[in-house]
């Protein structure tokens, strides 16, 4: 079965710092990686995926992610870290076996200080 | 605008009481999924649809049923027999996966269920 695991609950980081929120994922086949933010009482907001062939990945809001095969990484990165990042970050898989449903990670807060 | 639209925002059940939420999405998607989240859990599937009047247990399908009567709407009724409804369930949507697995879900802006 897919799965993805986000080992930190929370990560803390100086603005202008910058910032790793980590992910490891288990698939059978090919990986169909996602990253989603979701703020206090709001919906989660795409940010990025996975595409075949490239190891760093670049999405909105100056997020990028760091595809590792061998790894079975998936980390998201920001050169520089603002207040305004602060949020709970998710990682997601789609599930081949599943009809393609998304599998998510228990999220990481990241928090962002002046 | 195009986009998935959840109601209410905020919803009280009294003990014993079925709700029904809300989800409408107008961005001609065949495919429709209902999460619940908890504080550390994560996101977890209560039921999808791929196809109008066509729809499947999630992980957590108990005590929730679901219909799919239009391709724009997907709503969600929380039964008294869900012991722990109180919860933010949020509402999803993709175009048909088929050979695009590495499309992205969109999501609305989440109900807040509280049992009083």
């Known amino acids: 079965a897919q799965s993805v695991a986000q080992p930190e609950d929370q990560v803390n980081v100086a603005e202008g710092n910058p910032l790793t929120v980590k992910c490891t994922y288990s698939v059978s086949g090919n990986p169909y990686l996602f990253w989603y933010v979701q703020y206090p009482n709001r919906g989660l907001q795409f940010l990025l995926k996975?595409?075949?062939?490239?190891?760093l990945v670049k999405g909105s809001y100056g997020f990028e992610a760091e595809f590792n095969k061998s790894q079975t990484s998936f980390h998201l990165k920001k050169p520089s870290a603002l207040v305004s990042d602060s949020a709970l970050y998710f990682c997601?898989?789609?599930?081949?076996?599943?009809?393609?449903?998304?599998?998510f990670g228990k999220g990481t807060k990241l928090s962002v200080k002046p | 605008d195009g986009g998935i639209t959840q109601s209410p925002k905020y919803l009280f059940r009294k003990e014993g009481q079925n709700v029904t939420l809300s989800c409408e999405q107008n961005?001609?998607?065949?495919?429709m999924y209902w999460y619940r989240q908890d504080p550390g859990q994560g996101l977890r599937l209560i039921y999808y649809s791929q196809i109008v009047n066509d729809f499947q247990k999630g992980d957590i399908a108990e005590g929730y049923s679901v219909s799919r009567e239009k391709k724009e709407s997907f709503p969600l009724t929380v039964t008294s027999a869900q012991k722990n409804p109180t919860a933010f369930y949020l509402c999803a949507s993709s175009i048909d996966l088929g050979q695009l697995m590495n499309t992205e879900a969109f999501f609305g802006q989440g109900t807040r269920l509280t049992v009083v």
């Open positions: 997601a898989v789609r599930d081949g076996g599943s009809q393609g449903n998304l599998i």
């Open positions: 996975y595409i075949t062939g490239d190891n």
């Open positions: 961005l001609n998607h065949d495919a």
